[in-house]
């Protein structure tokens, strides 16, 4: 059975950073590309970032390019979002969401993680 | 950027009724189309794939048709499980993937 577990979301004041962590489990981690998505209250979807299989290739969505790094481990099926310069309007829940062979399509995503950014 | 624009924003109907839902994207994005569900409280899930292609385990009653820069998702008899929020997304041309806002289809 797949598994995506995020964790790391919390409390931040602007400024500040932080890193969510989304543990894989029950596919073939290293095979597989992997994405961030997020939703702030009460809004849609927003893609944030995109990591290749081998961790080679990376893209962002412009409203977070130069502030979050995405990576991964494959020695621990572990992709990362290092945040950081937070701002109030990256107060969302973050998706962690494996794509299938075709890029850019989601078959899993985890059950997400609430990041709040407030003074 | 691709801009996906879904209609209409809210769709109001009663178990048993046929919806329709509708996604234009602002320039062609081929057949690589995606509709997703979201129910409140949870992640969502991926339903429709390749404009038409059903995931794994998505009942019959729901068909997406399209392609090019118009796309519909059809419920065909609304079950009370199917009440949520649709999303349409592109994969054509990215960076970025993009969304549509969102349709909510609520219970009459």
């Known amino acids: 059975e797949v598994q995506l577990l995020e964790s790391g979301g919390s409390l931040v004041q602007p400024g500040g950073s932080l890193r969510l962590s989304c543990a894989a489990s029950?596919?073939?981690?290293?095979?597989?590309?992997l994405s961030w998505v997020r939703q702030a209250p009460g809004k849609g979807l927003e893609w944030v970032s995109h990591?290749?299989?081998?961790?080679?290739?990376?893209y962002y969505a412009d409203s977070v390019e130069g502030r979050f790094t995405v990576s991964r481990d494959n020695s621990k099926n572990t992709v990362f979002l290092q945040m950081n310069t937070l701002r109030v309007e990256d107060t969302a829940i973050y998706y962690c969401?494996?794509?299938?062979?075709?890029?850019?399509?989601?078959?899993?995503w985890g059950q997400g993680i609430l990041v709040t950014v407030s003074s | 950027e691709i801009v996906l624009t879904q209609s209409p924003a809210t769709l109001s109907l009663s178990p048993g009724e046929r919806a329709t839902l509708s996604c234009r994207a602002s320039q062609s994005v081929s057949s690589y189309l995606a509709w997703y569900q979201q129910k409140p409280g949870q992640a969502p899930r991926l339903l429709i794939y390749d404009a038409s292609v059903r995931a794994a385990g998505v009942p019959a009653r729901f068909r997406g048709s399209g392609s090019g820069t118009d796309f519909t998702l059809t419920i065909s008899s609304l079950e009370p499980e199917d009440f949520a929020v649709y999303y349409c997304?592109?994969?054509?041309?990215?960076?970025?993937?993009?969304f549509g806002q969102g349709t909510k289809l609520e219970t009459k």
């Open positions: 029950g596919f073939p981690f290293d095979n597989y590309a």
């Open positions: 990591i290749s299989d081998s961790g080679d290739e990376t």
């Open positions: 997304q592109q994969r054509s041309t990215w960076p970025p993937f993009t």
């Open positions: 969401a494996k794509e299938v062979q075709q890029v850019g399509l989601f078959d899993y």
